[in-house]
């Protein structure tokens, strides 16, 4: 069987075990099903996410020209701080940023590597957390807009870490804090104007990802550059593929290729 399309992020479902989907223009792929199946990936184009260019794929999908013009790649995206749609200002696209930066937006604690705080929609929870691979997450704050949550996370980032190590999740050797004694020690640090937007009840939300086998040394695949790979799937976490032999595919990171895949047996 043969899929072939411009790789996206995986979409993702919550479930006793997560599912995992990619989408191709045509078809779409049950990811999960790959688990235990031998697989060939290989890269066959670029197709910037935006123009649809064969262009080399600069960041996030995007070609160098895009990803410097459109608002989908904004700093405010990276740095949610930077928001100022609540301003009535512009950075690229002022009818984007409020549609994106004027919602309800989320702080949370995660359990992936380590202890970790981050911002997202709320629209985009739990898909946020599938994606960083966190086994346990828990919102902490409930803002109306972009930049409060952005300078909640800044207030916070100086406490805990808001990065994830991709390795360390990956091996799965994760080091769990309880979310519910972090929350009531880390919200005395938020900036008051966010006070009243603390949340007062406390919905732990367990994830449990598909993985036969946890790699001990991942590398990573970057198959723009390596053209071709073969191996066997042996689980899924955050948005990577994990193969037998512990090679790593990051489906997001390698956005905007197009590839084919063969499932071979």
């Not at 479930?15 to 199946?37: A, C, H, M, P, T």
């Not at 260019?53 to 990276?78: A, H, K, N, T, V």
């Not at 807009?145 to 360390?168: C, P």
């Not at 007062?200 to 990802?209: A, D, G, P, R, Y």
Request: aromatic residues 10%; negative net charge; charged residues 25%.
């Amino acid at each position: 069987m043969i899929f072939q399309g411009v790789l996206l992020k995986m979409d993702s479902e919550l479930n006793n075990e997560i599912n995992y989907f990619l989408r191709f223009d045509n078809d779409f792929l049950n990811v999960n099903q790959l688990i235990g199946k031998t697989i060939k990936l290989s890269f066959i184009k670029n197709q910037c996410l935006n123009c649809s260019e064969d262009l080399e794929i600069f960041s996030q999908g995007y070609c160098r020209s895009c990803f410097f013009e459109i608002p989908q790649s904004g700093e405010w995206i990276m740095k949610p701080e930077l928001s100022k749609a609540h301003l009535d200002i512009e950075d690229r696209d002022l009818e984007y940023e409020k549609q994106v930066q004027l919602q309800p937006h989320v702080v949370y604690l995660a359990n992936s590597s380590h202890l970790k705080v981050g911002v997202t929609r709320k629209s985009q929870i739990p898909t946020r957390w599938i994606d960083q691979g966190a086994h346990q997450a828990m919102s902490i704050i409930e803002t109306p807009n972009r930049y409060l949550a952005g300078i909640s996370e800044v207030a916070l980032k100086n406490h805990v870490s808001d990065k994830t190590n991709w390795r360390q999740m990956l091996k799965n050797e994760v080091v769990s804090e309880s979310l519910e004694l972090s929350k009531d020690q880390l919200v005395d640090f938020l900036p008051d104007e966010v006070q009243q937007f603390v949340l007062s009840e406390n919905q732990l939300v367990n994830l449990n990802f598909p993985v036969n086998k946890y790699p001990e040394k991942p590398k990573s695949l970057n198959i723009y550059k390596s053209s071709q790979f073969e191996g066997v799937v042996c689980g899924i976490k955050g948005q990577y593929l994990i193969f037998d032999d512990d090679t790593v595919f990051n489906v997001r990171n390698n956005q905007g290729y197009v590839v084919k895949i063969e499932i071979l047996n």
